[in-house]
């Protein structure tokens, strides 16, 4: 990563120098190699979505986390029908995948919220009707994934949640785990700081 680096600030330096017609063949070589390298970057470091990278067992190598349908549902779940299903998988890993149930599932990487040297997992769930939403955090402790943070529902209004807000939703400060809950009954939807843990994170 460090080489990587230095070869991409280097590649800045280069750019900002190329004016000019007759530096132009040297421009558009140069673009190729930028991108390419600004692509490597972004695809390990993949923090939200269907699939995200992380840390998650604490053993420093990076696994991937990947939402696959496990059942395809019928008619309207709300009524007779049966709704999709889901799961969490790590392929390659030997991690046991999370249950998830209905219905479409957005991943969230959130960091080593406990510090106790893995990432934490977090499932942005929509509704089987409706625009509330519901998030959970999973933690992998011994081998077996548990809850770190209980389910709480997030009301969209049915206007899709930005990655930047869906990545504040939860967060560590000062030794404690919180999640910001919306208010349904202030009609700004004010966000209310909540506490899930009381422990704190070793460092």
């Known amino acids: 990563m460090r080489y990587l680096y230095s070869r991409q600030l280097n590649n800045k330096k280069r750019y900002a120098t190329l004016t000019g017609h007759n530096n132009m063949k040297q421009l558009f070589l140069l673009f190729p190699m930028v991108a390419c390298c600004y692509t490597t970057h972004a695809q390990q470091h993949s923090y939200l979505g269907s699939k ?14 990947t939402v696959v349908k496990t ?9 007779d029908g049966t709704p999709d299903e889901y799961e969490i998988r790590f392929p390659g890993t030997g991690l046991s995948p999370i249950a998830a ?23 942005f769930q929509a509704p089987m009707n409706g625009c509330t939403y519901s998030m959970k955090t999973y933690t992998l402790k011994q081998g077996k994934w548990q809850l770190l943070v209980p389910t709480f529902l997030i009301p969209t209004a049915c206007e899709p949640l930005s990655d930047t807000k869906l990545r504040q ?3 560590a400060e000062q030794g404690n785990i919180y999640y910001l809950e919306t208010d ?13 843990a009381t422990r704190q994170i070793k460092k």
Request: charged share 30%; proline share 2%; hydrophobic share 30%.
């Open 52 to 65: 995200v990278n992380g840390n998650f067992n604490g053993d420093g190598k990076i696994a991937q986390a």
């Open 71 to 79: 059942k395809e549902g019928q008619g309207n779940p709300v009524e």
């Open 169 to 171: 939703r939860i967060f």
């Open 184 to 196: 349904i009954n202030d009609k700004h939807g004010k966000l209310t700081k909540r506490k899930v």
């Open 101 to 123: 149930g209905c219905c479409t599932v957005r991943l969230v990487n959130e960091g080593d919220l406990d510090g106790d040297g893995a990432d934490e997992l977090s499932l």
